[in-house]
């Protein structure tokens, strides 16, 4: 079992930046890829950004990529999601997620641990 808690979200301006943080324990953190999904109401949860198992790789999603950063502190055992040049469309409620695969990481039927979530606005 992984555990998962989020932190870092929060209202900001558009243009702003904000730095999500997600906590996790249980399990070794190296054995699992983690990525980041958000979700706003009546839509489907969709794909941010994700890095592999061992930091060397990362995905994002297109409407983010050049604005986002994933990266994981093995000391700390946390992910981290920096957002910069935030737009309104980025307001939605963002999730932290752990794979115990490499493959299929923009998938979220490939995540077996989900945290609560993060709320992050962004006002126009």
């Known amino acids: 079992q992984v555990q998962l808690v989020e932190s870092g979200g929060g209202l900001v301006q558009a243009g702003g930046s904000l730095r999500l943080s997600c906590a996790t324990s249980?399990?070794?953190?190296?054995?699992?890829?983690m990525g980041w999904f958000r979700q706003v109401p009546g839509k489907e949860r969709e794909f941010v950004a994700a890095?592999?198992?061992?930091?060397?790789?990362?995905y994002y999603a297109d409407s983010v990529k050049g604005r986002f950063t994933i990266s994981r502190g093995y000391a700390k055992n946390t992910v981290y999601l920096q957002m910069n040049s935030l737009i309104p469309e980025d307001t939605a409620v963002y999730y932290c997620?752990?794979?115990?695969?490499?493959?299929?990481?923009?998938?979220?039927?490939?995540?077996?641990?989900w945290g609560q979530g993060t709320q992050v606005t962004v006002s126009s």
């Open positions: 997620a752990a794979a115990r695969v490499d493959y299929g990481l923009g998938n979220s039927l490939e995540y077996a641990y």
């Open positions: 249980g399990r070794t953190f190296s054995n699992y890829a």
């Open positions: 890095v592999s198992r061992n930091g060397g790789s990362t």
